[in-house]
């Protein structure tokens, strides 16, 4: 156990989604009561949620009185709900992409003047893959 009594395992431990959480809810408590920053509270959430040992959980929560008021669901980010959520657009996103793109090819193969309905799948799936790594960078961004 580490020297200021938050319970997460000492040293080198790994730690668990459930200590991450708890560092989460402490850093919402400490933000809400005015002991740190918005911008702190941000920067030790991200370094939290990136955190793999005991000592590194720790050392997040050195300068803050144990056992503060826990967090709100509302002052905690949910970070995973939001990772989901991109993950799914980006699969949806993906999958429109290349059927589209199927589309496309089918569509210019078919004997006949269809050159009108085969740019608008293309230029749709075109489109999908932009967003696709769009969402990519902004997530790159925020881990």
């Known amino acids: 156990m580490d020297e200021l009594g938050w319970g997460f395992p000492p040293g080198d431990l790994r730690v668990s989604d459930a200590d991450r959480d708890r560092a989460l809810s402490e850093l919402g408590g400490a933000f809400r009561v005015g002991r740190i920053t918005a911008d702190e509270f941000d920067q030790r959430s991200g370094q939290a949620l990136r955190a793999r040992t005991g ?7 050195t300068d803050l009185p144990p056992g503060g008021p826990p967090a709100t669901r509302t002052t905690v980010p949910e970070p995973r709900n939001h ?3 991109v993950r799914a657009v980006m699969g949806a996103s993906a999958l429109a992409a290349t059927l589209l793109f199927a589309k496309a090819v089918v569509d210019a193969l078919s004997p006949g003047d269809q050159r009108a309905d ?3 799948p293309a230029g749709i799936a075109v ?3 932009g967003l696709i790594i769009f969402l990519r960078v902004i997530r790159a961004h925020r881990a």
């Open 55 to 61: 000592k590194e959980l720790t050392a997040l929560l």
């Open 118 to 120: 085969t740019l608008s």
């Open 127 to 129: 489109l999908l893959v």
């Open 83 to 85: 990772a989901i959520a």
